[in-house]
């Protein structure tokens, strides 16, 4: 199961809540499908270097959801007829956290231009959830370039003073 490889300890999001994410992503998009066993609690512990009771408690939320079922001494699975619910509880969660995302960015005085780049850059690059994003995205911006500079004049032009 690779959507389970890795999760960031030092997201904001807990790390139970980012393994029930992971999960109800695979399970939206078919990457996991009804009957599938998920991995037991002591080897995703040990795969994410978490302690087992994180995984414990991400696989109980997930249970009481009715996402997933257990069967003592089997495993952990995939209930069926779920899909569709994760694949909408998933789509409102997301476009919610997206409109936050950009009303932030407008109030911040970032252009349309700007926020689409940042979601085309962030949509091609091969990064999960929780991991950090792309030093494209990143990287410092420069400020465009005042010509003349402040206090030089140029023949012909007054010298501005000031910006405001």
Request: glycine content about 8%.
């Amino acid at each position: 199961m690779d959507m389970l490889t890795s999760i960031d300890i030092n997201s904001s999001v807990a790390v139970y809540v980012q393994i029930e994410n992971h999960v109800q992503f695979a399970i939206a998009s078919g990457r996991l499908t009804p009957g599938d066993q998920l991995p037991s609690v002591r080897e995703l512990s040990e795969r994410l270097g978490v302690n087992p009771n994180t995984v414990a408690k991400a696989y109980r939320d997930l249970e009481v959801m009715g996402l997933l079922y257990t069967r003592r001494g089997m495993g952990v699975f995939v209930n069926r007829g779920i899909e569709a619910k994760c694949r909408e509880d998933c789509r409102k969660r997301i476009v919610q956290r997206m409109h936050e995302v950009v009303a932030e960015g407008k109030a911040a005085g970032m252009t349309k231009k700007e926020v689409m780049d940042v979601a085309e850059k962030s949509y091609a690059s091969d990064a999960g959830p929780y991991s950090a994003p792309p030093d494209s995205l990143t990287a410092p911006r420069r400020s465009p370039r005042r010509w003349p500079p402040l206090g030089v004049s140029v023949p012909g032009r007054q010298v501005a003073r000031s910006r405001l």
